[in-house]
Nanobody, 120 residues
Framework: EVQLVESGGGLVQPGGSLRLSCAAS????????MSWVRQAPGKGLEWVSF????????DSAESMKGRFSISRDNAKNTLSLQMNSLKSDDTAVYYC?????????????WGKGTLVTVSS
């Protein structure tokens, strides 16, 4: 059974930093691309960042480039999202997602999410 468990969310002040983690199990993590997706209160889903199977190809949404950094540790089956210079608009539930293949932005499985609140 595929399981994706996010952690690291919480309350942070504007301008602060937070690091999200996703513990993956139930599949061969190193074989699949992974992504982060978020949903702000009352809004739709928004793609955040993507990483391919070995980490040599990443991409982020334009509004997050230079502030968010995605990474993975295939030895530990862990996906991470480093978020810096956080803004109130970054308040959202952040979801870890598993891709269909080693690359590509598709999202086959989702975690339950972790809430990030940016507020003073």
């Amino acid at each position: 059974e595929v399981q994706l468990v996010e952690s690291g969310g919480g309350l942070v002040q504007p301008g602060g930093s937070l690091r999200l983690s996703c513990a993956a199990s139930g599949f061969t993590f190193a074989n699949y691309a992974m992504s982060w997706v978020r949903q702000a209160p009352g809004k739709g889903l928004e793609w955040v960042s993507f990483i391919n199977w070995n980490g040599d190809n990443t991409d982020s949404a334009e509004s997050m480039k230079g502030r968010f950094s995605i990474s993975r540790d295939n030895a530990k089956n862990t996906l991470s999202l480093q978020m810096n210079s956080l803004k109130s608009d970054d308040t959202a539930v952040y979801y870890c997602t598993k891709g269909f293949y080693s690359s590509g932005h598709g999202m086959e499985y989702w975690g339950k999410g972790t809430l990030v609140t940016v507020s003073s």
